[in-house]
Nanobody, 124 residues
Framework: QLQASGGGLVQAGGSLRLSCAASGRAFSTYAMGWFRQAPGKERDFVAG????????AYADSVKGRFTISKDNAKEMVYLQMNSLKPEDTAVYYC???????????????????WGQGTQVTVSS
């Protein structure tokens, strides 16, 4: 089961690091991603990476500010968020894309397994 953590309240310009534990599923996962959903809005792709190769992809809105990374040994995925803005406020979810077949992980498509969200609130 995916477990996301690390959310909280931070001032604009601050930083947070989200963590996602992919316990026991690293070997069966093709890609991992972070998504977010603000109140009244659709869930959006934020960032993703391939588990074995480490290729990464980001939404334009977070490029240069957010960094997705992984720790293979710990089966953890992280989202380092810097220079946070009020518009980054949302519930953040981690998700797994379990199959390379037809995967469009870099577009936020094809993710099969979802964890519970963690709230990130950025105050102005």
């Amino acid at each position: 089961q995916l477990q996301a953590s690390g959310g909280g309240l931070v001032q604009a310009g601050g930083s947070l690091r989200l963590s996602c534990a992919a316990s026991g599923r690293a070997f069966s996962t093709y890609a991992m991603g972070w998504f977010r959903q603000a109140p009244g809005k659709e869930r959006d792709f934020v960032a993703g990476l391939t588990w074995s190769g480490g290729s990464t992809a980001y939404a334009d809105s977070v490029k240069g500010r957010f960094t997705i990374s992984k720790d293979n040994a710990k089966e953890m995925v992280y989202l380092q968020m810097n220079s946070l803005k009020p518009e980054d406020t949302a519930v953040y979810y981690c998700a797994a894309d379990l199959s390379a077949l037809g995967s469009a992980w870099y577009l936020g498509l094809g993710y099969d397994d979802w964890g519970q969200g963690t709230q990130v609130t950025v105050s102005s």
